[in-house]
């Protein structure tokens, strides 16, 4: 049944790729609808642009919103790299509204931070000015795009708005010694921060370390992390794990077989999203 629903899925999304991309309503089952806007600018640069899910339903109830962080080393990818799976996670979901983003990519001219982080800022001003409501969020991202979300998240959210971070192989914590074999270590300690942005007393690397501002408010987290990859080190994981223990934040940790890549392949997606929906229930508990 599962695969025959992502069968499904991905002959939607070649739909809409061999009609443009110009759809504006998608049907995921019976009584599931999402209007699409596609690639709203929030910002000045070309990079600057969202996708919109808004639910089909006549009902006026103020929603949260899903926004979706793709990865790609903080120098790569694109938001359509997570289309499918945003599809998917919006069944479990069809109440919820849902942004899937692109944001600037660092490069040789161009620092990662603080442009990521304020490019999530931006979508979050976009979507309470159209919504004419400020929405309670949940942040999720894959590799770069969940390092990004945890560190808006414990750090530059001002207004408490994120109510859960859904990190999937992300780098929590950039001075861990394991996590400098990774190949592109020398571009996240030149490129990645505008040192212009540090004050005095904290390293580049420290600032951009999601751990490090890691406080008793902090929201909810639930990561999810290979238990072959060859990327993020275990060491990342536990670094987390630790670091919301200690502060007492409602926190769960899952591995699943495979490398950096293999988070969204069967049956790992499945066991995510369900993962996900439990989690998100638990926090409405609270």
């Known amino acids: 049944m599962k695969k025959n629903i992502k069968i499904i899925l991905i002959s939607l999304c070649l739909l809409f790729l061999l009609t443009g991309c110009k759809e504006k309503k ?15 600018h929030y910002g000045k640069s070309a990079e600057q642009v ?77 979507l309470k000015n159209k919504l004419g409501y400020n929405p309670s969020v949940v942040l999720l991202g894959n590799s770069a795009g969940a390092h990004l979300s945890m560190l808006y998240a414990y750090k530059f959210d001002a207004d ?15 001075s861990d010694p394991g996590f400098k074999n990774y190949q592109e270590y020398s571009f996240v300690e030149s490129r990645l921060v ?3 942005t540090i004050k005095t007393g904290i390293s580049k690397i420290d600032f951009a370390s999601p751990v490090k501002w890691i406080k008793s ?18 060491t990342q994981e536990k670094r987390l794990d630790s670091a919301l223990i200690a502060n007492h934040i409602l926190h769960e940790s899952y591995q699943f077989n495979g490398g950096h890549l293999d988070w969204d392949k069967h049956p790992n997606d499945v066991f995510l999203i369900d993962k996900i929906e439990t989690f998100i229930k638990e926090i409405d508990k609270k």
């Not at 408490?160 to 950039?174: F, R, S």
């Open 26 to 40: 998608i049907k995921l089952s019976h009584d599931i609808h999402f209007d699409k806007e596609e690639n709203i």
């Open 160 to 174: 408490k708005k994120v109510k859960a971070v859904i990190n999937i192989v992300g780098p929590a914590d950039l």
């Open 194 to 196: 505008d040192p212009e």
């Open 217 to 234: 408010d902090s929201p909810p987290t639930l990561s999810y992390y290979g238990s072959s990859d060859g990327v993020i080190p275990s």
């Open 50 to 126: 969202m996708d919109l899910y808004l639910p089909s339903t006549g009902t006026n109830k103020e929603k949260e919103v899903f926004i979706i962080i793709h990865g790609g080393g903080w120098r790569a990818g694109t938001k359509s790299q997570l289309t499918f799976f945003t599809l998917s996670i919006m069944q479990k979901f069809p109440d919820h509204i849902f942004v899937n983003m692109n944001y600037r990519l660092a490069s040789a001219t161009n620092f990662g931070l603080p442009n990521q982080t304020d490019d999530i800022k931006k979508v979050t001003e976009l």
